[in-house]
Nanobody
């Protein structure tokens, strides 16, 4: 049974930083791509960042490039999202996601999500 548990969300001021972490269990973590999605009120869920099984290729939404970094640790079964220079438009519930394959990073290549963690950026 796939389990993804996010932590690290909270309230931060504009320009601040947060680090989200996702602890994965119930599957062979190193065999799958992993990603982070977010959903703001009244909006569709969107992919923010993703990383292939080995950690050697990453992909980011244009809106977060240069500010967010995704990293995975296959020894610890974790995937983190470091978020810097946060903006009000980054306010959303952030979800950790497991890919369907080891290499594919498109939004439709993910099939399991955690419960989410709230990130609120105040101005």
């Amino acid at each position: 049974q796939v389990q993804l548990v996010e932590s690290g969300g909270g309230l931060v001021q504009v320009g601040g930083s947060l680090r989200l972490s996702c602890a994965a269990s119930g599957f062979s973590f190193s065999g799958y791509a992993m990603g982070w999605f977010r959903q703001a009120p009244g909006k569709e869920r969107e992919i923010v960042a993703a990383v292939i099984w080995s950690g050697t290729r990453r992909q980011y939404a244009d809106s977060v490039k240069g500010r967010f970094t995704i990293a995975r640790d296959n020894a610890k079964n974790t995937v983190d999202l470091q978020m810097n220079n946060l903006k009000p438009e980054d306010t959303a519930v952030y979800y950790c996601a497991r890919g369907l394959h080891p290499y594919e990073l498109g939004a439709d290549a993910f099939g399991s999500w955690g419960q989410g963690t709230q990130v609120t950026v105040s101005s």
